[in-house]
């Protein structure tokens, strides 16, 4: 057992709880603004992808609603990336429960392949075109809409 795990426990651990709790919320306005973002047809309000035009702090995107919408999703996104891996860091370094741990990986992992897929879903419809002849990026859409319905059960 290395330095940094020795102080593993099986026990209740309120302040984990309240953090997944935490980042429970985060997840359920992440779903919404991935909603509504579909919904007003703004998910490719940028073209590029992990950046919106280039930026972290896009021109325009607290002005136009489109482009608020898309970027908010992107911004929400991140920090669920964050808030996941601060979870499992956390219960790798504190949790003995193998079980528990292991959940912690997978969900870092689906939250990386969500955000992933979002990104390729932008790459591969730079023309914005999302026609029945652009398959690849439909199919990246799916995926991504699918993966936030199994995050919903």
Avoid at 73 to 88: A, E, P, Q, V, Y
Avoid at 111 to 133: H, K, P, T, Y
Wanted: hydrophobic residues 50%; charged residues 15%.
């Amino acid at each position: 057992m290395s330095l940094l795990t020795q102080q593993r426990s099986d026990g209740y651990k309120p302040l984990l709880f309240f953090f997944c709790v935490f980042a429970l919320c985060w997840i359920t306005a992440l779903l919404f603004a991935g909603g509504f973002t579909t919904s007003i047809k703004a998910g490719m309000a940028f073209l590029d992808w992990p950046l919106s035009n280039g930026s972290v702090n896009p021109e325009g995107w607290l002005t136009e609603s489109d482009k608020m919408a898309e970027h908010s999703h992107r911004l929400l996104g991140m920090k669920i990336g964050l808030l996941s891996i601060g979870l499992f860091l956390w219960t790798y370094l504190r949790e003995s429960r193998a079980w528990v741990r292991t959940l912690a990986r997978v969900l870092v992992l689906i939250v990386i392949l969500q955000g992933v897929l979002g990104g390729a879903r932008v790459r591969f419809d730079q023309l914005n075109i999302m026609s029945e002849s652009n398959l690849l990026a439909q199919s990246f859409a799916v995926i991504h809409a699918c993966g936030a319905m199994v995050v919903l059960g």
